[in-house]
């Protein structure tokens, strides 16, 4: 696929390779120092498009990138990571960390620009990961959830606030009262319904009016983070 003058291939593993024998650097403009952003916030917020944007003006700053999410429902794509508003990045779905590990050092030195979407439903073994790899000096763009549908910190996410270098908190638009919304509202009880992104599950909501137990008696609450056991 050609894009304006850059010559862009994209093989099996979701990895966009630039022919380019100028490439040089990182978008910072050093090759040495790696950096860890962490984009977060509630469902909605633009995370998934905020990684998208930047995984976008990394190829085109002639940047190798590899992108990867969790293995968490079948039904969405395996081969891309894919926001509310259908933009779409080639991504490479894996099952663990230690199976994102293994591709990873697969394509390493190649890949200078990480991108992981859905991080909050990867285990804490992404954090030294994660650390890893921006000591190779790469950089790392990690989207997640901050918060679960019960309000409480949301798995490897605050740790890797935690260690980033930035981290941008986003917010959507809450759906009761347009006011900025840091929270996700799981609507309905059914422990069925642990589909990331499914409109009519899940809604953005302000701190006002946030629900996190409605219609829910409390031991029946499930967190977001169990769909990856199942
Ligand atoms: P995230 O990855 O944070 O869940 P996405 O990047 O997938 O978010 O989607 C963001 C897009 O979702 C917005 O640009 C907008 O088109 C759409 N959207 C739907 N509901 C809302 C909402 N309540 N607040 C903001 N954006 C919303
Ligand atoms: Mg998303
Ligand atoms: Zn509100």
Known sequence: ???????????????????SSTHSGNELGRNEVGRI???????????????????????????????FKPDIDLRYHRTAIASHSE?????MTVANVARMREVLYGLLPEVEVIGIDEAQFFDEAI????G???????????AGLDTTFTGDPFGPIPALMAISD????????????????????????SRELVVVGAAGVYEARCRACFRPYLNAPENEQMELSE???R
């Open 227 to 229: 769909a990856v056991e």
């Open 87 to 91: 933009q779409t990045h080639d991504a």
């Open 37 to 67: 952003e962490v984009i977060t916030g509630p469902m909605f917020s633009g995370k998934s498009e905020e990684l998208i944007r930047r995984l976008k003006r990394a190829r085109i700053a002639r940047q190798r990138v590899a992108c």
């Open 132 to 142: 890893e790899l921006v000591h190779m000096g790469k950089r790392i763009l990690i």
């Open 166 to 189: 930035e981290v941008t908190k986003l917010s959507a638009v809450c759906i009761v009262c347009g006011a900025p919304a840091i929270h996700t509202q799981r609507l309905g009880a």
């Open 127 to 130: 954090v030294h990961l994660v």
């Open 1 to 19: 696929m050609v894009i304006g003058d850059l010559d862009i291939s994209c093989n099996h593993k979701g990895v966009r390779m630039m022919n």
